[in-house]
């Protein structure tokens, strides 16, 4: 399977929990930022642009583990910043690890293979790393020479010991299909279980000419997942179908909920107009209706994974979808 079958059942088990309590509007995944902290200056990276005065701020090991329980979410992706800087990381992995949620722990690869022995072996956790391109293309793009082949050494290793491991690959503008195929094509080589590809957000701050409109996503995506290669993608078959322009769905920016040192983030994890200091007050005061495509400029040109993979688990109707999805988790 592509995902733990623990994984299945209890998002499968949420999912019915809240549509038979009639709840509409609900998080799926908490994106918890723990800190702003990073060892890189990535060239598309908004969150330098947006949190350079309070870089320095953290959140602590109980405010992390609060978040997690007041909105209920079974998945937790530990993001940042480079999570990895975080002192009690660690011990965050081991807590949410025993309460039994499903960890996605976000890294840049720098301080991975040193990390290793201090990370629980376990099923419920995958270890996420950052790959933009090919040796060249990826140092370019974060800033620092040698890093490719530091992270490939990082993620054999995690390999080795046991691990469960992704990739997450940002697409551009300049971005070559070809040579994100032979990324993806080495990545499955070398055991990566699962890659998930997603087109860039255009931050606030961050040159433009990095970024595509939406015609020019459908293309490059056209090119990158249209031609029956049989990659092992996390992204699903429907958003990459999305992606394409051969479906459409409304953005769900509530569905990934940030958390940060500085409050609940809102609306969404690219863009940024208020932070509120619990959960129940961004749920409630945030004007959902005025975010999305012909509602927010923000939003014209945005296809993420983050705000359109939930509408697609909310849109799943037909029972070709449902037979779409469970033939992709199987394989």
Not at 163 to 176: E, L
Not at 209 to 226: A, W, Y
Not at 276 to 282: A, L
């Amino acid at each position: 399977m592509r995902f733990p079958l623990s994984l299945s059942f209890d998002l499968g088990r949420y999912l019915l929990k809240k549509r038979l309590a009639g709840k509409d509007k609900f998080p799926l995944v908490l994106m918890l930022e723990p800190t702003h902290q990073c060892n890189l200056s990535c060239q598309g990276c908004g969150r330098i642009q947006e949190y350079r005065e309070t870089v320095g701020q953290t959140l602590t090991l109980e405010e992390c583990l609060g978040a997690v329980e007041d909105s209920g979410v079974p998945v937790v992706t530990i993001t940042g910043g480079e999570p990895l800087l975080y002192p009690p990381v660690f011990e965050l992995v081991q807590e949410l690890v025993h309460r039994g949620k499903h960890i996605y722990l976000c890294s840049n690869g720098i301080l991975l293979e040193k990390s290793l022995p201090r990370l629980p072996q376990s099923d419920h956790l995958a270890l996420s790393v950052h790959l933009d391109g090919l040796a060249s293309t990826h140092d370019r793009l974060l800033g620092r020479p040698g890093l490719f082949h530091l992270v490939i050494k990082a993620i054999k290793a995690a390999k080795a010991q046991g691990h469960r491991v992704c990739t997450n690959t940002s697409i551009y503008k300049a971005t070559d299909p070809r040579e994100i195929e032979i990324l993806l094509s080495y990545l499955g080589h070398i055991g990566v279980d699962g890659l998930l590809v997603s087109p860039a957000f255009s931050f606030a701050g961050v040159d433009d000419e990095l970024f595509m409109s939406r015609e020019e996503i459908k293309d490059k995506f056209i090119r990158l997942t249209g031609n029956g290669n049989r990659f092992k993608f996390f992204s699903t078959p429907l958003y990459l179908s999305f992606l394409r322009g051969e479906r459409d769905y409304e953005c769900t920016p509530w569905a990934n909920p940030t958390r940060n040192p500085l409050g609940w983030r809102a609306p969404c994890y690219q863009i940024v107009d208020n932070h509120y200091p619990s959960f129940q007050e961004m749920m409630a005061h945030t004007n959902w209706d005025s975010y999305g495509v012909g509602k927010d400029p923000r939003c014209a040109q945005c296809m993420m994974h983050s705000g359109f993979e939930p509408s697609v688990v909310r849109r799943m109707s037909s029972l070709a979808d449902f037979w779409t999805m469970f033939r992709w988790n199987l394989t």
